[in-house]
T-cell receptor
Framework: GENVEQHPSTLSVQEGDSAVIKCTYSDSASNYFPWYKQELGKGPQLIIDIRSNVGEKKDQRIAVTLNKTAKHFSLHITETQPEDSAVYFCAAKGGAGSYQLTFGKGTKLSVIP | NAGVTQTPKFQVLKTGQSMTLQCAQDMNHNSMYWYRQDPGMGLRLIYYSASEGTTDKGEVPNGYNVSRLNKREFSLRLESAAPSQTSVYFC????????????FGPGTRLTVT
């Protein structure tokens, strides 16, 4: 089955700096890669996603890049703010016929004011 | 519009006790999912229900049963709780098998002593 590795497990940045979280996946048939943000005491919330026919996608301060050849994808947050502090999860969905997401283990991001 | 709701929010059980976690959604979604979240493990799928009347095993189904009571409600039952089932449980829902558009509930924190 699919295996998703996520790094780093914790990340501290100064407010205004950029943060990058990286994930690798094992199943070359995977075609959908979402990123979730989980604030303390809440459920995960989808913040951005990318499909295998796209190399990069941006939404304001958040961007995701995908390298299908290397089987890795990354989340980039620019101009970080204290409210960006949370746990971030990457995930991958297998190819046709797959209805499951495989999640990475999460990255705890702390933005220091 | 409450989205996905879960009850209870917290629960403590003794080994061998049984309980049912409740989940309801008001978005008229066909599919519903149960995940568990353990420290350092990310989210893992326990069971899912593609539509009313169907249920399927996910990655970690052992020790659990589910019931899709109607389109709105999807319950998770622990027949004989074990300490290994100490976890945070999340319910999610989506349009028919649209794992790319899942909406998560706030979670139930379960401790088995």
């Amino acid at each position: 089955g699919e295996n998703v590795e996520q790094h780093p497990s914790t990340l501290s940045v100064q407010e205004g700096d950029s943060a990058v979280i990286k994930c690798t996946y094992s199943d070359s048939a995977s075609n959908y890669f979402p990123w979730y943000k989980q604030e303390l005491g809440k459920g995960p919330q989808l913040i951005i996603d990318i499909r295998s026919n796209v190399g990069e996608k941006k939404d304001q301060r958040i961007a995701v890049t995908l390298n299908k050849t290397a089987k890795h994808f990354s989340l980039h947050i620019t101009e970080t703010q204290p409210e960006d502090s949370a746990v971030y999860f990457c995930a991958a969905k297998g190819g046709a016929g797959s209805y499951q997401l495989t999640f990475g283990k999460g990255t705890k991001l702390s933005v220091i004011p | 519009n409450a989205g996905v709701t879960q009850t209870p929010k917290f629960q403590v059980l003794k080994t061998g006790q049984s309980m049912t976690l409740q989940c309801a959604q008001d978005m008229n979604h066909n599919s519903m999912y149960w995940y568990r979240q353990d420290p350092g493990m990310g989210l893992r799928l326990i069971y899912y229900s593609a539509s009313e009347g169907t249920t399927d095993k996910g990655e970690v189904p052992n020790g659990y049963n589910v019931s899709r009571l109607n389109k709105r409600e999807f319950s998770l039952r622990l027949e004989s709780a074990a300490p290994s089932q100490t976890s945070v449980y999340f319910c999610a829902s989506s349009e028919l098998l649209r794992v790319d558009e899942q909406y998560f509930g706030p979670g139930t924190r379960l401790t088995v002593t």
